[in-house]
């Protein structure tokens, strides 16, 4: 386990935010937890009226405490200076490339990092994966998102060229749905084979597997479809590995959870990798 208790304290300093109570899908308990607010159910209240209320309002809490994380998190990051982010990008993607479990993968999902986002930098993993003299490991197909609307629909499409790749109304890189001969893009969930490998964006995590992503449920909703089919066809399912700044790894407990967020298997820092889940434990 990798200890960065200076970097945990300093942001825990930063944010002054009171713990938030865990997920129902999180068993591990905090002392000095948020305690979300406490409906008292009216004799003349049903009690399904009641049980809504309470679910909605916690669910209100936890949205709540995550924008004020998010809002905390981005003003460390923009803290960081050009020097130290690039150092830890580098260190990052370096410990990535010289993995055994990237090197044995041959299918994977990764975000195209945007610098107007402090998103931890990808570009020498994707040119690696694209290259074809590559000396990271097999040859590998490589699928990066495309968001098609604002509810949550992301598809992960195969690109064999950064030049593949076009500006969206954001300014974000992302693929053409149409390769250079005007066909369809093969997507990830319609591949005859599984996903090894998913390399993931976010605002926070914590050694427990957490993550904080930025508010849109893109990756959830993408990751609970995935796992969804690899269950389906008898598949493993992939690792999922984030990619994280130092100021971005919090204490436990901190980050507030819900039934919808998909916890990551493995986070790498510029620290090295902190393995989570059994999966993770097994391949790293």
Known sequence: MIKNGATSLMVRLLLHLPRPAPSPTYRRRHRHLLTLPQLRASPSVPAAASSAAMSTAAAQAVADQKRALRSEVRRALRALSPEQRASEDQAIQNTILNSTWFKESKQICAYISCAQLREVDTSKILAEVLSPNSEHGHAKDLYVPRVEDK???MRMLKITSMDD???NSMNILEPSSLD??????????????PVDLLLLPGQAFDRTGRRLGRGGGYYDTFLMRYQELAKEKGWDQ??????SYSVQILEEGII???STDVPIDAL???SGIIPISPAALARI
């Open 256 to 258: 507030p959870v819900n």
């Open 180 to 193: 250079g001969s005007g066909n369809a893009r093969e997507e990830v969930l319609s591949a005859s084979s």
């Open 238 to 243: 992939p690792l999922l590995v984030a990619l």
């Open 165 to 167: 790749l076009v500006k």
């Open 151 to 153: 509810n949550r629909n």
């Open 268 to 270: 790498v820092s510029s």
